[in-house]
Nanobody
Framework: QVQLVESGGGLVQAGGSLRLSCAASGRTFSSYAVGWFRQAPGKEREFVAAISGSGRGTYYADSVKGRFTISRDNTVYLEMNSLKPEDTAVYYC??????????????WGQGTQVTVSS
């Protein structure tokens, strides 16, 4: 059984930074791509960023490109800079089905709240 646990969320002022972490147990984490998603109140979940199992491939939503950076070692990180109030959401990490980024994810964490005040 794969378990993903996100951490690092919190309250920050606009323009500030946060770093989210996603740790996994139950499967060789490094063999799979991982994605970050977010869901704001009343909105659908949306893709934020993804990283391949090797770490050499990354992909970002246009809304966060240039502000967020995804990286990994034994944990997957999402460094979020220049945060905006519209970044407020629950952030989830998800483990993909293969080493490369395919857009398909099998396992999800419980989420961590990020709130950006104006």
């Amino acid at each position: 059984q794969v378990q993903l646990v996100e951490s690092g969320g919190g309250l920050v002022q606009a323009g500030g930074s946060l770093r989210l972490s996603c740790a996994a147990s139950g499967r060789t984490f490094s063999s799979y791509a991982v994605g970050w998603f977010r869901q704001a109140p009343g909105k659908e979940r949306e893709f934020v960023a993804a990283i391949s199992g090797s770490g050499r491939g990354t992909y970002y939503a246009d809304s966060v490109k240039g502000r967020f950076t995804i990286s990994r070692d034994n944990t997957v990180y999402l460094e979020m800079n220049s945060l905006k109030p519209e970044d407020t959401a629950v952030y989830y990490c998800a483990q993909g089905r293969s080493l490369v980024i395919t857009g398909e994810y099998d396992y999800w964490g419980q989420g961590t709240q990020v709130t950006v005040s104006s």
